[in-house]
């Protein structure tokens, strides 16, 4: 067969694993086929430890993660995250702030604990009832205000009485959601 240039082929409609194409090996020309070209590449992928890669991915680039994203749009490994769905242990302190509101109104949306040293006799109440939460309520009522309770504030009525007398309590609650459920230390002063 004449030599014939390749830019005076037919095109081919496709590559294709049995398609012959025309290499030069050490000087000497030799033919490999699809097939082989396609498992060089995939082998040599493989090996590589680092991929460098450049350019707009296509068909699912959504689902490729680049270093970039770490962090950003997608969460840092990290062996000791808390997960919601498994169980946990804690090796080190898990604190949560402590807020000072002294209107005896607590937002469970703002923390789990409280300092309160009211200026007036008020109502007790928690709001933003979150199933599950719990946490405790520092109250320092040394000049003894009388104090109520909203309904959706489950105390006994000795607690009741027990906090409106001058002392310092701690108040610790249980919330179903609904209603916050609290009880009530004996006065530290």
Do not use: W
Request: proline residues 1%; hydrophobic residues 35%.
């Amino acid at each position: 067969m004449a030599n014939i240039k390749i830019s005076d082929l037919t095109a081919a409609a496709a590559a294709a694993g049995a398609n012959e194409f025309e290499i030069n090996e050490a000087g000497t020309s030799k033919k490999v086929t699809g097939t082989q070209i396609s498992a060089f590449v995939k082998a040599d992928l493989l090996d590589d430890t680092t991929v460098n890669f450049s350019g707009t991915l296509q068909n699912g680039g959504s689902n490729v993660v680049v270093d970039s994203d770490i962090g950003s749009t997608v969460q840092a490994y990290d062996a000791d995250t808390l997960k919601a769905d498994t169980a946990d242990t804690l090796t080190a302190p898990f604190r949560g702030t402590i807020t000072t509101d002294n209107d005896l109104s607590f937002d469970q949306d703002v923390t789990n604990n409280f300092s309160c040293t009211p200026s007036a006799g008020g109502t007790l109440t928690f709001t933003n009832h979150t199933s599950g939460q719990s946490g405790y309520v520092l109250l320092d009522n040394s000049s003894g205000y009388a104090i109520t309770a909203a309904a959706t504030t489950k105390i006994t009525a000795t607690d009741l009485t027990t906090i409106s007398t001058a002392g310092v309590y701690l108040i610790s609650y249980f919330d179903n959601g609904t209603n916050a459920y609290c009880t009530v230390s004996a006065s530290y002063a």
